[in-house]
């Protein structure tokens, strides 16, 4: 009778709570996090770039969206479906979800069917066993509730870095699709201005057997078309290696052949001047830093609990007998055993001690790491402003200068007409002119990565595009 109610009290207490056994509140997560030494060395400048009350639904996304063509869409949905690291992400992520499942049966008993036969030597008897066994750890402590809340914290750290992953890829994505874009409209570029020179050549072989050109002329011309078409070839095999680039991430087979577009899309929006906080906050990297802060929490919990005395109850069913009886008995002898074991360690040199003072150290390590991805993400949010902001610069240079040449080239061709300046003269301005819109369409394709990095930086929501 005094076992029943011992073990009946035991059961009520081990169902209601766990002794020892605590919740992460926002306030222990947020103690934890003023520790970290790297954030108590950084100063936040009064003209800090993110707004604290601003809600990050307020933030207008035309900015990215102004990149969107229908094309992108369709090669990010094929690389979310097919990428080769995404489909070996989604079964590793898969796993870290049954390992989670799997942490959580350490709190529910244990059942297991024994049966086994064993010879005595002496009496020559066979003996029979057949019953089954049940086990229950009480966890008094809240170790196994804080090793099952541990498992789940890191799955959800991992869901996190997946999203980080599918993020980055269709990042990558857009960046190889842009960058394969430039390519096309580089090699247009380059091919016209090899005609116009071309044409130029033939224009001077008409005016050598009239007298109004001579064989330096042509030599020139001739010395500047093999040159571009060397250039030419390199560029091809570039845009090439992109097509490849862009097909393995969208899990295609890499021959080059994708055809895209060969011009940019106006860019329209400006660059928003302050962002919400709660953008940062929502990054992928800076959640799954969070859980695993969570997960340490937890498992320092565990290895304290760990030192702690641990209450087995155990039972079996079954029945036991001989050769000797009639094999009916085996039956008609029914044995029923219940019990329980209380273990606690003495002597271990200090093993467990070490484990807990492990596991704190390895919170704090999570909690710097946290630290550290909240400053990379202040970093990645400064640098892209800045770089944007550079090339909205270079783009303004640039297009004058463009503009400037291509006068100046207009004027060399009249003042070659009337023989005051010579085809040189006018290969040069040509050769500088097409420098510079290379430089123009590469300056374009660097502000719409830089967009792209803005975003991602910014936490990349709906993976770049809705």
């Not at 001077?204 to 009239?210: D, F, G, L, M």
């Amino acid at each position: 009778m005094y076992k029943k109610l011992i073990v009946l009290g035991v059961l009520s207490v081990s169902l209601s709570s766990c002794i020892g056994y605590k919740e992460p509140t926002q306030e222990n997560m947020d103690q934890l996090k003023k520790k970290s030494e790297i954030a108590a060395h950084i100063e936040i400048p009064d003209d800090w770039i993110f707004d604290r009350k601003a809600n990050s639904r307020s933030l207008s996304y035309d900015w990215i969206t102004d990149l969107k063509t229908p094309q992108l869409d369709t090669l990010i949905d094929e690389g979310m479906l097919y990428n080769a690291d995404l489909i070996i992400a989604k079964e590793k992520l898969n796993q870290i979800e049954l390992a989670m499942e799997i942490a959580g049966t350490h709190l529910y008993p244990s059942v297991s069917a024994v049966a086994n036969t064993s010879n005595n030597l002496i009496s020559d008897a066979q003996i029979r066993r057949l019953a089954l066994k049940a086990s229950w750890e009480i966890d008094l402590w809240g170790k196994n509730k804080s090793a099952q809340m541990a498992a789940t914290s890191n799955y959800f750290s991992a869901k996190h870095q997946n999203t980080l992953l599918h993020q980055s890829i269709a990042g990558m994505i857009a960046k190889a699709y842009f960058l394969n874009i430039a390519g096309n409209i580089q090699e247009d570029m380059i091919q016209n201005y090899i005609q116009k020179s071309k044409d130029l050549e033939k224009l001077y072989i008409v005016q050598k057997k009239v007298g109004t050109a001579n064989a330096l002329d042509i030599s020139n011309i001739s010395a500047e078309i093999i040159s571009l078409e060397g250039y030419l070839e390199k560029v091809r095999n570039a845009n090439v290696q992109s097509r490849r680039s862009l097909e393995l991430l969208t899990g295609k087979y890499p021959e080059g052949k994708l055809a895209t577009q060969n011009f940019f899309v106006p860019v329209k929006n400006d660059i928003p001047e302050s962002f919400p906080l709660q953008l940062l906050e929502n990054r992928s990297d800076i959640q799954a830093g969070q859980f695993q802060i969570e997960k340490a929490f937890y498992e320092v919990q565990q290895a304290k609990a760990s030192r702690l005395p641990s209450l087995n109850i155990s039972s079996s069913f079954g029945t036991a007998g001989s050769n000797v009886e009639s094999i009916n008995s085996l039956f008609s002898n029914p044995l029923l055993r219940v019990g329980s074991g209380l273990v606690s360690p003495i002597f271990n040199n200090g093993k467990l001690k070490k484990n807990v003072e492990i596991k704190n150290s390895e919170q704090k390590q999570v909690v710097e790491e946290y630290s550290k991805a909240v400053l990379n993400a202040l970093n990645e949010v400064e640098s892209s402003l800045a770089n944007l902001h550079s090339i909205e610069k270079q783009l303004t240079y640039n297009i004058k200068a463009v503009n400037e040449l291509k006068n100046n080239i207009n004027l060399t061709q009249k003042q070659i007409k009337v023989g005051t300046n010579n085809s040189f003269v006018l290969i040069r301005k040509q050769r500088d002119l097409l420098k510079n819109e290379m430089n123009l369409i590469n300056l374009e394709l660097q502000y719409r990565i830089e967009r792209i990095n803005l975003y991602m930086a910014l936490g990349a929501e709906n993976f770049i595009y809705s």
